[in-house]
């Protein structure tokens, strides 16, 4: 009786040690639980947008260079006011109005002074100079990137769309022209939405003032 009694209270001292030594453990597994693992994956950067081949360079835009094995003057820049960019090792370029491809030309016409057979890409990673500008009566007014084909009813509808209070027949487009006068065009939202008269529906370009009255 003696070791029958000594057996069964060492049974129940080390169940007591094993409960005692992991009650979350336990308490999870008597809800059906499990502890959930943690998201170790990274975040895939942001792809660079699409751009057009006869993209031209403009102020605020965001530029990746990359030297091929010179990662010490490799990076991104961007395009000041002015139109010029500040690279490593070679200095002040004039960056605006020309395309990614006749800068990277420039680039590396000047790399060839420092580096021994350069091999550079300069890629658009951020196109902040396309920009469409909407004031009035419409959900949020202001500046809008251009970053691909868009018409005068989807950029109204990227604002939020027009207001009860809009004068929907009488919404104008407002465009610069290489002569330096303004160009107006109008457009009649109602007609549009029907399916009437579309050639008011036009394609915007950079620069343009769409004004909702």
């Not at 049974?11 to 502890?35: E, V």
């Not at 370029?93 to 395309?99: E, Y």
């Not at 419409?138 to 868009?150: E, I």
């Not at 007609?191 to 009437?196: L, Q, W, Y």
Request: charged residues 15%; neutral net charge.
């Amino acid at each position: 009786m003696k070791h029958m009694f000594t057996a069964q209270a060492c049974a129940l001292l080390a169940t007591a040690a094993l409960t005692l030594a992991a009650p979350g453990q336990a308490l999870a597994q008597s809800r059906g639980t499990t502890t959930p693992a943690r998201n170790t994956q990274k975040t895939a950067p942001a792809p660079a947008p699409a751009v057009p081949q006869d993209y031209l360079i403009g102020p605020e835009d965001v530029l990746g260079v990359l030297f091929w094995r010179e990662t010490d003057i490799s990076g991104d820049v961007t395009v000041r006011p002015d139109g010029q960019v500040t690279l490593p090792l070679i200095g002040e370029l004039k960056a605006a109005g020309l395309t990614p491809a006749a800068l990277q030309a420039q680039v590396l016409e000047a790399a060839q002074r420092f580096l021994t057979d350069p091999n550079v890409s300069v890629v658009v990673k951020q196109m902040n100079s396309r920009k469409i500008f909407i004031t009035g009566q419409v959900g949020t007014a202001g500046a809008y990137p251009l970053t691909g084909p868009r018409t005068v009813m989807q950029a109204i509808a990227l604002a939020g769309g027009v207001t009860e209070y809009a004068d929907r027949e009488h919404i104008t487009v407002m465009r610069q022209e290489p002569n330096g006068t303004t160009r107006t065009m109008t457009f009649n939202y109602k007609d549009v939405a029907k399916g009437k008269k579309l050639e008011q529906n036009v394609q915007l370009q950079p620069g343009d003032t769409i004004v909702v009255p």
